[in-house]
């Protein structure tokens, strides 16, 4: 009888073990931040338990107070090793030295809102556009870029002189003190929209908008440490008229979305190593009206729980 219950129990688990495989028993999801033209309303967020397909939480978690214009676009968000979620934005199209930042716990209680200011030494700053969150585990602190216009400084090309950008970095350990900024990348052309990813030590991608006319694709180039340099900038892997990626991996394979505006859809690619891609466009879902964002890995739990809160605003 005993050897007839254990069978059974082992029957049991090798069930749960196979459902586990064709549902999934992970304790993770994804978060996916956004917002809506014409950014007055504030962060949005997706939600998905496999990084393919995406539903809209349809409540607005923070209204932006800070910058001229008072706008949240590009709203990049990290998690620390605290537990705390530092998220950062565009907060105006020109006429700003600096970017949007708060800070949560569980996504639903703020802190206060600061305009954290990084171009002041350079008065002729056009815009800071599209402040990019990345925590540096090698070096313990957060690295944040963004993409700048200072007229007259770089070889223009073809660009208009207050639209022919630079990206740009600083770091912080606190979001209270910060390092001075410096030029993060200048590839010899108009570049916005840049993302650090990491593969392993000492081992990293940017993915990065070539925003040159007529260009306005994608591209990587690769770099040794999460500041850089970063060399070998690659051909264009997406259709002309591309901006905003942003990379999770899942599996073996990394998935890039971004906003395919020239198409009006979100897209997507798959790599396994930042050489060859693959378009799995039709593989995903995302909401209409989506905006770019940044997706990060959290515990299912959160989006219980965030489900389960009443909208605030």
Known sequence: MLKLKFISSLRLAILGLALCGLTSCSKQAYLFTSFHEPATEGLRLLYSYDAYHWTEFNKIFLKPTVGTQKVLRDPSMVQGPDGTFHLVWTCSWKGDKGFGYASSKDLIHWGKQQFISVMENEPETVNVWAPEL???????????????????????????????????????????????????????FSVIDAVIVKRKAKDYVLVLKDNTRPNRNLKVAFGSSALGPYTNVSEAFSPKLTEGPTVVKTGKDWLIYFDAYGQKNYSAMKTTDFKTFKDITSEISVPEGHKHGTILKVEKKLIKDLLNKPRRF
């Open 134 to 188: 990345f925590y540096d585990e090698e070096n313990k602190e957060y690295v944040i870029i963004w993409a700048s216009t200072i007229p007259f400084r770089f070889a223009k090309g073809i660009e208009e002189e207050e639209n022919n950008h630079r990206m740009y970095s600083v770091t912080t350990k606190d979001f209270k003190s910060f390092s001075q900024p410096r030029l993060f990348l200048d590839p010899g």
